[in-house]
Each structure stands twice: as C-alpha cells, then as structure tokens.
C-alpha cells in the first residue's frame, strides 16, 4: 500500500469516528407495548406460506435445502462487514420466531425493532394489513414445509463502524401503524402487493433511498435503474416496470406479465435473472398488480444494461 493512499484512510476514518461517535449513542430503540395475537384457527396458513415466499423468501430462503434457514446477504460491500439473513424455521435453538412473541413479531415486521431494541432496516414492512402478518405468523408457527425446524445458522452478522453508519443512513425504525385493514379492490390489492412483496425495491431508482411508508414518494418509483450485484460477479440493475412501450413494458399483456412474476419468465420465454424470481402469487394477485401498474404514469427511461 503507498503511504499517500494509507495516509489517506486514516484521515478518513479520523473524520468518520466523530459522526460513529453520535450514532452509537441512539443503538437501541423503544420496543412494542401493543397487543397482537394470531388465532392460528382462523388464519390462512396457505397463503401465509405465499406471502413468505414472495416476501421474505429473497432473503431467507435457501434453494439447496428447501428451508428457510437464512444465508449471507452478498449485496453488502465487504469493507463493511458481513450480514446474515435469520433463520425463520421453528428451530427452538436458532430460530428468533418460536422466542418472539406475535406482538414483537409484528412490531419488528412493522417498524424494523427487534425485541432488544435493535433496528435492523433490510425487512420493513410497515403498511403490511394484520391480516396477512397473523397468516405469516401462524405458517411460521407451524413448522411445516419451508418453515420446519433447521437447527442451524447461516452466520454471524459482523458488522465494523462503517457498515454500522451505512445501515443507519439507508434507512430509520419506521411508525407502528395498528388494526390496518385488507385492501378491497383489485387496484388497491395491486398497490399494496407493489409495496408489500417489494416490487418497488428493486424497480425504483436506488435500493438504498425508498420510502417504505410512502413507496410512491420513493425515487425514480418503478421506472428501473437500481444496483445489484449479480450471482457470480458483475452487476445487474432493476428494470422499468411502468407501462411506457420503449423503455418499461408497455407491450406485456396480462398474460405476459403474469408469467413473468409467476414464472420469472419475459416474452419469448426468456429467463429473467436474478434478483428477478418466480413469486408465488394467484392469477388474482398478478392480474391486481397488472391493474395497478395501468393506474400509474408511464415514466420514459431507458436502464442501462449490465
């Protein structure tokens, strides 16, 4: 290493430790004092097994194993640190979902706190009915499927002062919204399915500056042009999903889209590439997103290719 450029880190980090220096003394936040409960009864465990899948499953799930035993998160730089995705089966040892209660589970899905007051901001989810958070809880609470008990664990997430300070730039502990109902129309269920199974991550402008309260407020929403990298190395940026017929994918017909979400498939059957994947959801669900997309202004820009 040439000294000018050691010298250089120093004087980085030097500037850095100050503003690591005021983060950390905010490391923990209020935890819930609200009531939640699932009634596993009068929950709908198949489709809280969908709503995993879709939602949770690009984080959690292990394709190998069939689990849902968490993995290493490959988008963090390596200058930060590492970061694991949880373990969500019912593994009583290493699983945080038989240790939670449904009240702190919910809150953590809602606002990003964990029960001991860490925020972690990469799972937020706070406009998610109660509905479908007491269907999730009661298919995780089954252990059954992709959920059944791994006594395992991914890693250890590690994080240095960087990583640290890069977690709280990209993201805040968002407000626990309580009794927030279904929605009732088809559009309304596009809407909310864009939001809640994340379409607008990966679609909008930067991962890193969505409004997950607000997504409609977030940068460049859905018009494309977000960076991930890609299995294997290189990197690969989302596309514009708003109906404009140059650049997004105003020539889709219903049934184009729909086998893109459902089968990770464009036109012409080519395969789309990850983080694009197959999500479980019912023709109803897909042809709601197709509605709410058509309600939405068609945003003219052109992705760059990888």
Known sequence: ???????????????CLPVYAVISCRSTYPTTNHSFAVDAGKADIAHGERLVMSSCGGCHYVASTGRLMGRKMDDMPKIAGKVYSANL????????????????????????????????????????????IRDILAYLRAGKGHA????????????????????HVIGKPQPYRQSIPHPQTEVELGRYLVDNIGCFHCHSKKAISLNYLYPEKTKGYLAGGAK????????????????????G???????????????AKAPGNRSLRPPMEAFQLTDAEA???FAYLNTIPRVHHKVKRS
Do not use: C
């Not at 007051?117 to 706070?126: A, S």
């Not at 395992?152 to 990583?163: C, D, E, I, P, R």
């Not at 105003?250 to 184009?256: F, L, N, P, V, W």
């Open 287 to 289: 042809d709601a997103i």
């Open 228 to 247: 991930f990298k890609k299995p294997g190395g290189g990197k690969i940026r989302g596309a514009n999903i708003t109906l404009d017929y140059e650049t």
């Open 148 to 167: 059944a008990p791994t006594d395992t664990v991914a890693g250890h997430t590690k994080l240095n002062f960087l990583g640290k300070w890069s977690l």
């Open 249 to 263: 994918i105003g020539a889709y017909s219903k049934a184009d889209f729909r086998r893109a979400v459902q089968h």
């Open 89 to 132: 089966t019912a593994s009583k040892k290493y699983s945080p979902v038989p240790r939670y209660s449904d009240a702190e589970l919910a809150y953590l899905l809602r606002t990003g706190i964990k029960r001991d007051g860490h925020f972690v901001p990469y799972m937020l989810r706070p406009n998610m009915s109660d509905k479908d």
């Open 1 to 15: 290493m040439k000294p000018g450029f050691a010298k250089m880190i120093k004087v980085g980090l030097l500037l």
